[in-house]
């Protein structure tokens, strides 16, 4: 039997500390209110209030995901680790969470497009696309894939947060999104992000409850 | 139409060269060679090659929880988003990977114990942790709670993983965990983190395959 620990154990008072926290550390003077609350969302997810010089938000874009989200448009998610995070109480409109990486086709799609599973599944999103709001949490691929979607004809989201992480081409699928410019965005510069930080994103912007 | 965007479409391509950038940049020199394997993924999950030198292996970590892996012994999950990160096929013995926080007395239990949720839902891993691989990517208050059930009698499990993320708690709870001594231990010290993190570490240790 060690000595007992003392620590926290009350859920919203541990919220309470942790965003007053990354409120009083981040440098959060360059966003909006409604971006703060996002990206306070955000450093939480990752543990580094660093990671807020990375976040860019495109002009428009929580507005408009917020806006989506209110209209009970769907959010598809490019994993299912994002899917699976998305905290479905929050959410304004019982929003569909949608992932089709499990999809029995994919497989065949991905040989057939020459591309990952992620970026294949992509393709079973199309009759969903139209005003959705997109999760991209994992592969670069998968946001590469997008612009080839919207090049050929995809309707258009809402808004897209652009997060995938990495080592090869994840920096490079974000550098592209924000050239891209077809659709709101949010993103994290360079190789850092991740399924958390997607999910954290679509947490904060499906309810203003801190 | 914009101009189409060049990136690598292989799966195992943008693996192979993944693991290889992180292996020319990482300093990986202090760990042995089992335990490179697993650095290189959680790496690998963050896109941080620096969060190296916060990782820290107790003494027989990789060999007790690949060893409870190839038993067939239940990889216990603090969250969802762990639970259904890991990929199933290169688990070793079609191992239990249990979550238990969507059972329905686990909101009662909390209130009973004066904890959170996540803690609560620990006391339905008890018959289940004799030798099992503990994985916690979320909370502090999981990794806490884990002393509590030990110092009160509860089944002693293979390895932890303890990896939770935040600003109220983590950095405290894997100083703890550190203390302890009592379980083999993966940890990243700190406040960073991280349900991507944990899985890593789990798919990384239920294969070879690189």
Redesign the interface.
């Known amino acids: 039997?060690?000595a007992?620990?003392d620590?926290?154990?009350?859920?919203a008072e541990?919220y309470r500390?942790?965003f007053a926290?990354?409120r009083s550390e981040a440098d959060l003077a360059r966003f909006a209110p409604d971006e703060a609350r996002v990206a306070v969302r955000v450093i939480?997810?990752?543990?580094?209030v660093e990671v807020a010089a990375d976040l860019v938000f495109s002009p428009g874009f929580t507005a408009a995901a917020r806006s989506a989200l209110l209209d009970g448009k769907p959010i598809l998610c490019d994993s299912?680790?994002v899917a699976?995070?998305i905290t479905r109480t929050r959410l304004p409109a019982d929003n569909p969470v949608v992932c089709t990486l499990g999809e029995p086709e994919v497989a065949g799609l991905a040989e057939m497009i020459?591309?990952?599973?992620t970026?294949a599944a992509m393709e079973l999103w199309e009759d969903r696309m139209d005003g959705a709001v997109i999760a991209i949490g994992n592969a670069?691929?998968a946001l590469?894939h997008l612009?080839?979607m919207l090049?050929a004809g995809a309707p258009t989201p809402a808004a897209v947060i652009g997060m995938p992480?990495?080592?090869?081409?994840?920096a490079?699928?974000k550098e592209?999104l924000e050239a891209?410019g077809r659709v709101p965005f949010l993103t994290v510069r360079?190789?850092?992000?991740?399924?958390?930080m997607a999910?954290a994103a679509i947490n904060a912007l499906a309810s203003e409850q801190e």
Do not use: L, Q, W
Request: proline share 4%; with cysteine; aromatic share 8%.
């Open positions: 039997m060690n007992p620990h620590y926290i154990r009350d859920g541990i500390r942790s926290t990354i939480h997810a990752c543990g580094m299912k680790m699976n995070g020459g591309n990952t599973r970026a670069p691929t590469f612009f080839e090049d992480v990495g080592f090869v081409g994840a490079e699928s592209a891209d360079g190789r850092k992000g991740g399924s958390a999910v």
